[in-house]
DNA sequence: CTGAAAGCGCTAACAA
DNA sequence: TTGTTAGCGCTTTCAG
């Protein structure tokens, strides 16, 4: 068949040709590129390396995946790209799955279930021998059907429906240190920001883990202070105006424990435009921190997690999966410690 | 052949096996999962899309495309992840090309020309359809090969020596702005922090505009205001230092134009450290805003690009070519508008 | 040390 | 309306 004078791919060199050129067999020039050159003829290697090099032959990763059912490569689903934790994770999954010989797949959710499911199957598709994923929480069938025929490892949200290595920081201690050290500021009332908690363990766990710290330090407590919300400024002003014109007597909270970045970084824009000074009209402390964080003034106070580092394990944990001596370990599940980095948000 | 026992990847099912439990030939299943059945017996199809819930069949996507020799894949390379602008980037990138059912594979070159190099060849060895890519600017003989049996686009840095599509923003114009803008403000003495612009188009066209913008409006001018830098630390503050030692009569600038944010936040972190008032001791104006400029104290004011449209009409070029009508068009490069934004930063 | 041949899972003429 | 057949570009026994 000839080729088409306007088509936008030129025939690419396949191995048949270089074969061809090289005056040997396809087998050859396969392990040649599979470097099984052991025993092979130093003059024959030669010529081959020649000829590759003049056609600029490359090996199709699709035939030879089809073919070795391997694809080295592993894919990342993160929730939130423009989430400066996401991508700070990003980084450590990429350098440890690099320096281990694996390709990644990057894909950005954008916290929509609908698009997780879309990312997840066509990773699938394409035949990833693993999958790292920060989930919504939404496709756990799903997951837990890829889990069956690849490795998977979940990081940052824990499921405990499905049975995989699933990397974590310890969200409880994280809240516990961010409440005690606004209580030994002299903070007795305060209200918690949240994303909507429902399906998002570390969400939840945050909840839970300021509940049970208001309650043993035997603080204030309204219902109205623990506040569920989007990040949209609208949402963020309405809710931070309704606490804040609750009256000074027991009613109006004098700290925000905001659960994550993106809350904390809203609830601070809202609070600039309201004209009201941090940590003066009211405390901010952030689960969360990143790059950034003391730029802001004041500086916010901050939880951090060693995202970076979770990043790191968890494609370590996926690598220890491929390449595992058989038979497989039961799944871990590896929990990180949080610590605070005390700036001027809180007072003091 | 026997499933190994302890084996990790259990067989999954091929299109042989749905269309014998379908009692059809393979290709009747191709034609079903390729929307091909209007002329398919009402039953057959039935029957067909009851077998393949059943046995939760999935098509390889690897086979397919080695077969069809389309990915509808497209890679997308950013220099670096950490940095808002290349997220914003991706997102828009990722949005248009959904829309439009090509698949993304992300990757991130951390601004290493070597690890760019990987990606390319990765992805060009994956078969990808096409490739997106904000290149250091090392590897375009490399871009070149592969633009050869692939439509790639360019974003924001050109590389005239390549024939492509090209995003840029006007960086002139910007700059042209900016200085504008300072010097409306009443400074006569502004200095410019910049990376290495040695490859990189975007940068060197900024100083270019920044030393003809100075010339024009007769400024004042020393060599050691055009500084070139990283953004570590140290770097910035022995630089900023420097330029702020030189004493006043028309050694010390009273402003700092950054070329990008991540120089920006550099300067703004240093001179916060170096306890240094914005803009009453010096002011600063950066190119390139992000989400939570205006939460530095002072917000900063910032010439602002439109990357996410960039990224849109980066994806939206490339489809052209995927989908075209043969013959392709000559290569365009589009200039985007940059915008001014006035924040606090440099005074008024 | 090297080659022949079969086949990975799918699609696409061409027949029927 | 459906089946047969021949590959896509590579790897991998099995022979020699």
Same mark, same amino acid.
């Given at each position: 068949?000839?080729?088409?004078?306007?088509?936008?791919?030129?025939?690419?060199?396949?191995?048949?040709?270089?074969?061809?050129?090289?005056?040997?067999?396809?087998?050859?020039?396969?392990?040649?590129?599979?470097?099984?050159?052991?025993?092979?003829?130093?003059?024959?290697?030669?010529?081959?390396?020649?000829?590759?090099?003049?056609?600029?032959?490359?090996?199709?990763?699709?035939?030879?995946?089809?073919?070795?059912?391997?694809?080295?490569?592993?894919?990342?689903?993160?929730?939130?790209?423009?989430?400066?934790?996401?991508?700070?994770?990003?980084?450590?999954?990429?350098?440890?799955?690099?320096?281990?010989?694996?390709?990644?797949?990057?894909?950005?959710?954008?916290?929509?279930?609908?698009?997780?499911?879309?990312? +997840? !199957? @066509?990773?699938?598709? =394409?035949?990833?021998?693993? %999958?790292?994923?920060?989930?919504?929480?939404?496709?756990?069938? #799903?997951?837990?059907?890829?889990?069956?025929?690849?490795?998977?490892?979940?990081?940052?949200?824990?499921?405990?429906?499905?049975?995989?290595?699933?990397?974590?920081?310890?969200?409880?201690?994280?809240?516990?240190?961010?409440?005690?050290?606004?209580?030994?500021?002299?903070?007795?009332?305060?209200?918690?920001?949240?994303?909507?908690?429902?399906?998002?363990?570390?969400?939840?766990?945050?909840?839970?883990?300021?509940?049970?710290?208001?309650?043993?330090?035997?603080?204030?407590?309204?219902?109205?202070?623990?506040?569920?919300?989007?990040?949209?400024?609208?949402?963020?002003?309405?809710?931070?105006?309704?606490?804040?014109?609750?009256?000074?007597?027991?009613?109006?909270?004098?700290?925000?424990?905001?659960?994550?970045?993106? +809350? !904390? @970084?809203?609830?601070? =824009?809202?609070?600039?435009? %309201?004209?009201?000074?941090?940590?003066?009209?009211?405390?901010? #402390?952030?689960?969360?921190?990143?790059?950034?964080?003391?730029?802001?003034?004041?500086?916010?106070?901050?939880?951090?997690?060693?995202?970076?580092?979770?990043?790191?394990?968890?494609?370590?944990?996926?690598?220890?999966?491929?390449?595992?001596?058989?038979?497989?370990?039961?799944?871990?599940?590896?929990?990180?410690?949080?610590?605070?980095?005390?700036?001027?948000?809180?007072?003091?």
């Amino acid at each position: 068949m000839v080729q088409d004078a306007y088509s936008a791919k030129p025939m690419p060199v396949t191995i048949a040709e270089v074969a061809r050129k090289a005056g040997v067999s396809k087998s050859t020039i396969s392990r040649y590129l599979n470097g099984l050159y052991d025993h092979m003829g130093a003059d024959t290697r030669e010529r081959i390396s020649q000829v590759i090099a003049e056609l600029d032959y490359r090996p199709n990763a699709l035939a030879r995946s089809l073919k070795q059912k391997r694809t080295y490569t592993v894919g990342a689903i993160v929730a939130n790209i423009l989430n400066p934790f996401s991508t700070s994770i990003i980084r450590g999954i990429e350098d440890t799955l690099k320096a281990a010989g694996f390709n990644l797949i990057l894909c950005n959710a954008d916290d929509d279930p609908a698009k997780e499911r879309d990312y +997840i !199957t @066509m990773l699938a598709d =394409k035949q990833i021998d693993g %999958l790292i994923i920060n989930t919504t929480g939404c496709n756990n069938d #799903l997951i837990a059907q890829v889990n069956r025929n690849t490795p998977v490892v979940l990081i940052d949200r824990k499921v405990p429906e499905i049975q995989v290595d699933t990397v974590t920081v310890d969200s409880a201690k994280g809240v516990r240190q961010a409440i005690d050290h606004m209580v030994s500021l002299g903070h007795r009332r305060i209200a918690m920001f949240t994303l909507p908690y429902d399906h998002v363990s570390p969400r939840l766990e945050r909840v839970q883990a300021y509940q049970a710290a208001v309650a043993e330090h035997g603080l204030d407590f309204r219902e109205e202070w623990l506040v569920q919300t989007d990040i949209e400024e609208v949402s963020i002003t309405a809710k931070l105006q309704h606490i804040l014109a609750l009256g000074d007597k027991a009613g109006k909270p004098t700290g925000i424990f905001c659960a994550n970045n993106l +809350i !904390t @970084m809203s609830v601070v =824009k809202v609070l600039k435009k %309201l004209g009201l000074a941090v940590p003066a009209d009211v405390a901010v #402390l952030g689960f969360d921190d990143w790059e950034w964080a003391e730029l802001i003034e004041p500086p916010v106070t901050v939880v951090a997690q060693p995202v970076y580092e979770m990043g790191n394990k968890a494609a370590t944990l996926l690598i220890k999966r491929l390449t595992a001596g058989r038979p497989p370990k039961k799944p871990a599940t590896i929990m990180f410690e949080p610590e605070l980095i005390r700036r001027k948000s809180c007072g003091e």
